[in-house]
């Protein structure tokens, strides 16, 4: 499979390692797959003990033999995933898919493993080395930190807002070490973003930096995220006699987008549900046709909340464009804070499950759906985007219980935190990095 920009099919296509080293394409739109790929033989070979690395090595095999060897394929396969998604049930229609398993303990895990492995792999290959720059206000930092920890030929530099992540998040980005620097920025989150855009937009500085961007916008995030929607099916496929739905929490649209590929490459499915937070702009668009970004608002959901979805560039090709054509597939559903709240709260009443708030809106959006158009004969998948204690302080507002930390977050709060203080300027920055790196 090859790769051209969203925003100029005609250019020529490039393969995976390309698109992963460059992350954006040439025009500064986002890489998306040129052609189409059919690999409804191999996705129906699937089955319930296929296990999560035996999938992604058969897909990685056939959707990128240009770089993989069926051989490199298992390699990177194994490397990325020493942990796997768990399907569990939460009522005869509603499925719920865990992919808090992981690192960082969020689905974001998958893809920064795999893009990490691939890049360690693309860049001995190339005999380069790399400097990761990437910005976070909090959750997608710790996943790529704890990915590139102790790859090859890589430099991780990511900078927070000082005082603005939670006391967890600063210790998942500050106690990795090695490889991976954190800087932290006497600013906002904007402000952190501004001198990471400032930095890569620079000539001079690009010229003596091998720099890369390692956010969600890199295809070798989003391909291995489709992945386990087909992990999901070859799971449920013998016991499907109806339809089947997938429901996404959504916020950049990453993981939906990945769904979607998922289906374009034979995975059957009967539609997508956008779940979103008080940022609907998807929902929106579906509903009027019109779409119409602008500033986020703050929610109890926070990694959701995105104003302007990057990944709506990538949606909006797959359906031509055309709203119809996407409303056929995707239904939108907004969720409010006290929605969340009570969907917390009823869910563990029900079942003792603690779920947390950005499942919460993917679970209550699954149920409105089945209530709408009848639940005869359907499944709906919801994914459980984060594990429950990574939001303790929401769980227990809505429920009243504390759920437990897993181990491997609860020992990141032991480990001395190790950070870099920078002034929120640009040019202390490109200092820092050069005096480092250069
Ligand atoms: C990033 C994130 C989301 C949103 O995923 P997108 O791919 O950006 O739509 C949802 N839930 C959690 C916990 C996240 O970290």
């Known amino acids: 499979m090859k790769f051209v920009s969203t925003r100029n099919a005609a250019m020529t296509p490039v393969d995976l390692k390309e698109a992963v080293l460059r992350g954006l394409a040439p025009d500064g739109g986002l890489f998306r797959p040129a052609e189409e790929v059919n690999c409804k033989d191999l996705i129906a070979s699937f089955n319930r003990n296929t296990e999560f690395t035996e999938l992604s090595a058969a897909m990685i095999g056939r959707l990128f033999p240009e770089v993989f060897s069926r051989e490199k394929a298992d390699i990177i396969s194994r490397k990325a995933f020493p942990f796997a998604p768990a399907l569990t049930e939460l009522n005869s229609a509603v499925r719920v898919l865990e992919l808090f398993h992981g690192p960082s303990c969020a689905f974001k895990d998958f893809g920064a493993s795999f893009l990490a492995a691939a890049m360690e792999q693309f860049l001995a290959e190339e005999g380069r080395r790399a400097v990761i720059l990437t910005a976070t206000s909090g959750d997608t930092g710790s996943a790529a930190a704890q990915a590139f920890k102790g790859r090859e030929n890589i430099d991780v530099v990511i900078l927070y807002p000082s005082a603005r992540v939670s006391p967890l998040q600063e210790k998942q980005l500050t106690t990795v070490g090695g490889n991976v620097l954190a800087l932290e920025v006497g600013g906002s989150f904007d402000d952190c973003q501004k001198m990471v855009k400032e930095v890569f937009t620079d000539p001079a500085l690009q010229e003596k930096l091998p720099l890369t961007s390692a956010n969600s916008i890199n295809l070798g995030r989003l391909v291995p995220q489709a992945f386990y929607y087909l992990y999901a099916f070859a799971l449920l496929k013998e016991e499907l006699e109806g339809e089947i739905y997938y429901s996404v929490p959504s916020g950049n649209f990453g993981n939906l987008t990945a769904a979607v590929y998922a289906w374009r490459w034979g995975m059957p499915a ?9 940022n609907d702009v998807v929902p929106e668009y579906l509903q009027t046709g019109i779409f ?38 995707i239904h939108g559903e907004t969720v409010t804070d006290d929605q969340t709240l009570e969907a917390m709260k009823r869910i563990f009443e029900s079942t003792g499950r603690f779920v947390d708030p950005h499942t919460a809106v993917g679970i209550l959006s699954s149920e409105r759906f ?16 984060a594990h429950p204690g990574k939001f303790g302080e929401i769980v227990e507002e809505a429920t009243g219980r504390r759920p437990d930390i897993p181990p491997r977050l609860a020992r990141v709060m032991e480990l001395p935190k190790k950070s870099v203080k920078i002034d929120n300027r640009t040019v202390d920055l490109a200092e820092f990095l050069l005096d480092r790196f250069a």
């Open 370 to 385: 089945l209530e709408m158009d009848g639940s005869e004969g359907k499944l709906v998948v919801t994914l459980a985007t």
């Open 270 to 278: 009967n539609g997508f549900i956008a779940a979103v937070n008080a």
């Open 292 to 329: 119409s970004p602008r500033p986020s608002v703050h929610t109890l959901s926070n990694a959701m909340d995105v104003g302007n979805p990057s990944n709506f560039e990538r949606l909006q090709e797959v359906f031509s464009g055309n709203v119809e054509c996407m409303r056929s597939m």
